[in-house]
């Protein structure tokens, strides 16, 4: 199906989706950690914007 969509991008599904579905997962660990320590480690969620929130130094140590 994805050579029918994009004959000439040469894209072979398995190994994309598998490495897609690999970083999705370390992403979602990395924000699991972020929100779920016992001390919140200076990490909280906004309900309004619908996104993590921290100063930008604490930002700086996870780049």
């Not at 004959?7 to 989706?17: C, D, S, T, V, Y």
């Not at 690999?22 to 950690?33: N, P, Q, V, Y």
Request: one cysteine or more; hydrophobic letters at 45%.
């Amino acid at each position: 199906m994805l050579e029918k969509v994009l004959p000439h991008a040469m894209l072979k599904a398995k190994p994309n989706l598998e490495l897609r579905i690999s970083t999705l997962k370390r992403d979602w660990a990395i924000f699991c950690e972020m929100l779920s320590r016992k001390d919140n480690s200076g990490f909280g969620w906004d309900d309004h914007r619908q996104m993590v929130v921290a100063e930008d130094a604490l930002w700086n140590l996870y780049s």
